[in-house]
């Protein structure tokens, strides 16, 4: 069966990474939601996409050099402008306590991919354990070094490679760093590519999906997930599925 992940929250109709896409992907019927995490000047752990403001909050500047109570007073609706109302940063902690007790999977993407963040897989998995929501958490990020990081912390946590670029043997590459998933961008995801890693004992879980023909077809050749901006489309072209 494969899985319906709201990409950052129902970020196709609602503000992305913001609590209201994660309680309407959930309204939707998303198995999973998918989210991004980096750290505030002042350590604290926020969920955000991009390094810098400008796109989401019209603000100069990385996440990385505000702390949590400037970054708080920003307005993230971004393209939305006021539709919804004034749209905050949300910290992991606060969408933990909202979604701890809900049968949906989170995918933590780590953003280190520019910035290393020094310490953020031990403060993601202190923060997971807290919750003990290790059974219903994926990570992932393009810098596979956090991955192997956090391997190394916890073996037993779920970890995807985020990649976007065509790699040759993606099934062994993903093996050999004792990954459970890869994350590669949709055009790459043939028939022969989840076989590749399904022989390596992988599973895909693959982005960003979000027509009906490319959701069809990569249920029927077996990814394990399609992360997508549109969990409610998604929902009705996996159900004949399910």
């Not at 923060?127 to 990020?141: A, D, P, T």
């Not at 040759?168 to 961008?185: E, N, S």
């Not at 076989?195 to 990569?218: C, I, R």
């Amino acid at each position: 069966m494969t899985l319906n992940f709201a990409h950052r929250g129902f970020s196709g109709q609602f503000p992305e990474n913001t609590m209201l896409a994660f309680e309407k992907a959930v309204e939707a019927g998303a198995d999973g939601i998918e989210l991004d995490v980096q750290f505030s000047k002042d350590g604290e752990l926020v969920i955000m996409h991009d390094e810098t403001l400008n796109r989401t909050a019209g603000v100069d500047g990385f996440v990385k050099d505000y702390t949590l109570e400037q970054l708080k007073a920003m307005d993230v609706s971004g393209k939305w402008g006021d539709r919804y109302g004034s749209m905050e940063i949300p910290t992991l902690r606060e969408y933990f306590e909202h979604f701890k007790d809900l049968p949906v999977i989170t995918n933590i993407e780590l953003k280190t991919g520019i910035f290393p963040y020094p310490g953020i897989e031990e403060r993601t998995l202190e923060m997971i354990r807290e919750y003990e929501l290790e059974n219903k958490i994926i990570i992932s990020s393009f810098n596979h070094y956090s991955c192997l990081k956090m391997k190394e912390l916890d073996e037993k946590m779920p970890c995807g490679l985020l990649e976007e670029s065509w790699i040759v043997g993606a099934g062994k590459y993903g093996r050999k760093l004792g990954m459970d998933f890869l994350h590669p961008a949709y055009p790459m995801v043939t028939e022969s590519y989840v076989q590749d890693a399904a022989d390596h004992g992988l599973k895909v879980n693959t982005w960003t999906v979000n027509d009906w023909d490319s959701m069809e077809y990569f249920t029927k050749i077996g990814v394990n997930a399609i992360i997508g901006n549109f969990p409610d489309l998604a929902e009705k072209a996996l159900n004949p599925y399910r």
